[in-house]
């Protein structure tokens, strides 16, 4: 099946900092999600983006399909930023409904 | 709009027993997909309904097993538990037409003692 890596697995920010975690994927795709999980486990929804920019506030992000990469952007970090953000991608094949593949995570600290 | 909910939060079960967790997706939502969240293992895809089919399938054993209402609430089993069952169960629920997931639920802790 198909892989995904993110770097790096840990990360520890002051606040104001800026910040870029990094999703490789091994295969083609048709879903690419980033998702922040918060303490208490809740998991949200940032982006979906199988490809090209988006932006929401301080938070951005890019995939570039043909070189199997998506970078997440976090830029004046505060502390309720911190937590675990999750890369998701759905494979490209016609049985991936509603599966999608997690890396392990990038667990964000950001100190006051 | 009300959000996902997920029935019960926190569970302790004892080995051998069984358990069924409900997931109730956002109104107008016709998907809901299921994932287990281990330290070791992270998050993992169990399965995924859309009207009351379901799509997808994990690689997980047949103790684990789920379905769908004609109002789209899903329920999952868990047969015959186990220590390593130990996990956050999340459900998520989208339209079903992007393939991912929209919005999760909070989950349901479940503790196999």
């Known amino acids: 099946g198909i892989q995904v890596e993110q770097s790096p697995p840990d990360l520890i920010l002051q606040e104001g900092a800026n910040s870029t975690l990094r999703c490789n994927f091994s295969?083609?795709?048709?879903?690419l999600q980033w998702f922040h999980q918060n303490p208490w486990g809740q998991l949200i929804n940032l982006f979906y983006?199988?490809?090209g920019t988006k932006q929401n506030g301080r938070l951005s992000a890019t995939t570039v399909a043909t070189e199997r990469y998506s970078l997440l952007y976090i830029s004046s970090s505060q502390t309720t930023d911190s937590g675990v953000y999750f890369c998701a991608v759905g494979s490209a094949g016609g049985t991936s409904y509603g599966k999608l593949t997690f890396g392990q995570g990038t667990i964000l600290t950001v100190h006051p | 709009k009300a959000g996902v909910t997920q029935t019960p939060r926190y569970l302790i079960k004892t080995r051998g027993q069984q358990v069924t967790l409900s997931c109730s997706p956002i109104?107008?939502?016709?998907?809901v997909s299921w994932y287990q969240q281990t330290p070791g293992q992270g998050l993992q895809f169990l399965f995924e309904y859309f009207s009351e089919t379901q799509r997808n399938k994990g690689n997980f054993p047949g103790r684990f097993s789920g379905r769908q209402f004609s109002n789209s609430r899903s329920e999952m089993n868990v047969s015959t538990l186990e220590l390593g069952d130990s996990a956050l169960y999340l459900c998520a629920s989208s339209r079903g037409t992007s393939g991912g997931a929209e919005y999760f639920g909070p989950g349901t802790r479940l503790t196999v003692l």
């Open positions: 983006i199988p490809s």
């Open positions: 295969d083609s795709v048709n879903n």
């Open positions: 109104s107008g939502h016709r998907s």
